[in-house]
């Protein structure tokens, strides 16, 4: 048993912080609420405004940001996410509207800056460790969700770098958003 008796509410314009240490099982109850845990017995429910919904639709209401950066590094950031709008949109959102779209996500989270720098990669210098960070969240929220899933937003970054990034996470809660992570140690004032 991993988790056992634990139950709570997540609400709209808020962010939900799941802390521990390593090994308690955060990322656990982080997959089961995202409804991505798919091995294992899972007793309860998880519900969305108060119902239960198939996996499907839960998907398209939410948004999953992984621990570990998922970029081509041969891209710049702009691409990167005009490559996500491609793949995640409708086929009938016309390619005007997926631009508008990754202009204001890049706006939103103060990309502007780096939008057109190469996202780099080991061999490669590009973009700093808090704007990969940043573009990881800007790729989730290319399809607008309600709710945004973040598994270690934080790890790997310099106390400055992790503050940039709650910072920015804090700024989307302003649009009623709701935000759930999980986070290792944070720094007093990201915390």
Known sequence: VIL????GVMHAGRM???MGPSGSGKTTLLDVIAGRKTSGAIDGEVLFAGQKLARGALRNLTGYVEQFDTLIGELSVK???MYTAELKLPPTTSRAAKEERVQ???TKLG???CADTTIGNVLQRGISGG????VNIALALI???RVLFLDEPTSGLDSHMANEVVQSLHALLAEGRTIVCTIHSPTSKAF
Request: charged content about 15%; aromatic content about 0%; cysteine-free.
């Open 4 to 7: 056992d008796g634990v139950s």
């Open 104 to 106: 204001r996500v890049i």
């Open 143 to 145: 399809t607008q969700p």
């Open 16 to 18: 939900t912080a799941l």
């Open 131 to 134: 704007q990969a960070k940043r």
């Open 79 to 81: 691409q990167m996410l």
């Open 111 to 113: 990309l502007a800056g």
